[in-house]
C-alpha cells in the first residue's frame, strides 16, 4: 500500500469509526426512550389498577424491540485495520457492523502467534532489500514453521522464484504476491466446489453433519452455527447424535437455548445415533426447518466404529429425505498443526467430505494449517473459529484470512 492509499485508508476508517459512534449514541436514546415510555405505561396501569382495582389491560401496547450492537471499542489501530479491510473488500461506510470490527479484530489477534516470526521475521530480514534466492530459502523455512505444509510452501516458493527470475521483487512487492499465492491455494478447493459461500438452501431441507475427532470443537462449533443461521432466520433444528459421551446432550441444550433452537436427542443410554437423527429428521420436516444441524460423537478417526456409525447416519438421511442437501463438515483444531492435517486425510478417506471448518485459530502458531487442508485435502474452509463466544464463528473469507495471518504488525 502506498502512503497516499494508507492515508485514505485511515481517513475512510475515521470516518466509518465516527458513523459507528453516532449511530451507537442514537440507539442509546431510542433504547432510554423506550425505557421511559416503559415506565409510564406501568405507572399509568397501576393508577388504573388502583382505581378500579379490577382488572389489567389485557393487550399492552407493543414494544419496538431495538437490536443491540455490542459496545464500540477505541479508535485505535485495531480498528483502522478492520475498517481498512473491510473497505478493500468494497464495503461502504455505512455497512459496516461493529460485529464485523469486533471478529476482524479477533481474528488478527488470534493469527498473532501464526505470523511473529513470520511476516515479522521476513521484513526485518529483507528490510528494504530486493528478495533474494537466500531470502526465498528463509522463506521456505518461516511457511514450513507456522505449518503451511510442504505442498503448499513448494507451490508458493516456486512462483517467487519464477518472478524472481523476471524481474526485481521488493520487499512489500514479495509480500503482495505471496498472500495472493496463497489465497490462490485456499480459494482454490472452494472455487471448485461451486459454491463461494456455504448457506442453507431455501426451500429444502439442509443437513450439516458436524464431524472430527475428540475435543477439536465441534459441539461448540455446532453451537455458533445455530446462532449465526437462527440470526439469519433459517429455521434451524439440532440433533443430538453425539450419544456417547453423557454430557454432550446438556453441552448442546445450552447452546440450543442461547440461540433459541431446539434440541431433539434420546436421554436413554446407549440410544443409537441414527435413531436420534431419524426423529430429528421427523420432527425438521414437520416444522418445515430449513437447517438441521448434526452434533455427532468423537472418537479416533482410525476406530472403524466411528466411520460404521457416520455411515449409518449418512443412509437414514439419504433414505428419509433423499432431496437434502447433505454437508458433511470436518472440524479442525488449529493448534493441532500437522497433526490435524492426518486427521483431515484419514476422515476424507472414509468419511465423504464436503468441506473443513477450523477452529481455535484465537492464539495458535499453526493457522498456516488452513491452507495445507486445502492443499493436500482438497476441502474448502467453510467457517472458522476464534474463541469460545457465540459470535466467534464466521463464514470463511480468505481475503481476511489472508490478510490477518500476514498483517504487518
Ligand atoms: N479457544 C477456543 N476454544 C474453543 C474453540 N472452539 C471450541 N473450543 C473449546 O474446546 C473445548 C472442546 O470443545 P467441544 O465443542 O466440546 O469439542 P467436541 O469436538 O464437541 O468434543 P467431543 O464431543 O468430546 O469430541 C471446549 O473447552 C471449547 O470451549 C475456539 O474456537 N477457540
Ligand atoms: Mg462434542
Known sequence: MTKTDSDNSREWAAQAYALLKKRQEEQKQELQKQEEQKQELQKQEEQKQGLTNITRTENPPEQTKTIVEPELGEFDDNFTWSAMVLAAQGK?????SIDEINWLTKLRRGLEETRKGF??????????????PE????????LIRAD??????????????????????????????????????????????????????????????LVGVNGVGKTTTLGKLAYLSSRSNYKTLIAAAD??????????????????????????????????????????????????LVDTAGRLQTKNNLMDELAKIKKIIDKKVPDANVE??????????????????????????????????DGTSRGGVSLAVSDEVNLPIRFIGAGEGIKDLRPFNSYEFVEAMLADK
Open 148 to 209: 503451511v505444509g510442504i505442498g503448499s510452501t513448494d507451490k508458493v516458493i516456486s512462483s517467487l522464484r519464477k518472478k524472481l527470475n523476471e524481474e526485481v521483487v521488493g520487499g512489500e512487492a514479495g509480500i503482495k504476491f505471496l498472500k495472493n499465492q496463497l489465497k490462490i491455494i485456499i480459494d482454490k478447493p472452494i472455487k471448485n466446489s461451486g459454491t463461494d459461500l456455504l448457506v442453507p438452501q431455501k426451500g429444502k431441507l439442509n443437513v450439516w453433519l
Open 328 to 361: 458433511s463438515l470436518l472440524v479442525l483444531d488449529a493448534s493441532q498443526g500437522q497433526n490435524g492435517l492426518k486427521q483431515a486425510k484419514s476422515f476424507a478417506k472414509s468419511a465423504n467430505l464436503s468441506g473443513a471448518i477450523i477452529t481455535k485459530l
Open 92 to 96: 461502504n461506510i455505512n455497512q459496516i
Open 119 to 132: 511476516v515479522t521475521e521476513l521484513l526485518d530480514k529483507l528490510g528494504d532489500d530486493p528478495l533474494t
Open 243 to 292: 450419544t456417547f459421551r453423557a454430557a454432550a446432550v446438556e453441552q448442546l441444550k445450552v447452546w440450543g437455548e442461547r440461540s433459541n433452537v431446539d434440541v431433539i436427542s434420546n436421554q436413554s443410554k446407549n440410544a443409537d445415533p441414527a435413531a436420534v437423527v431419524f426423529d430429528a429428521i421427523n420432527s425438521a420436516k414437520k416444522r418445515n426447518v430449513d437447517l438441521l
Open 135 to 142: 531470502s526465498l530459502d528463509d522463506l521456505e523455512t518461516l
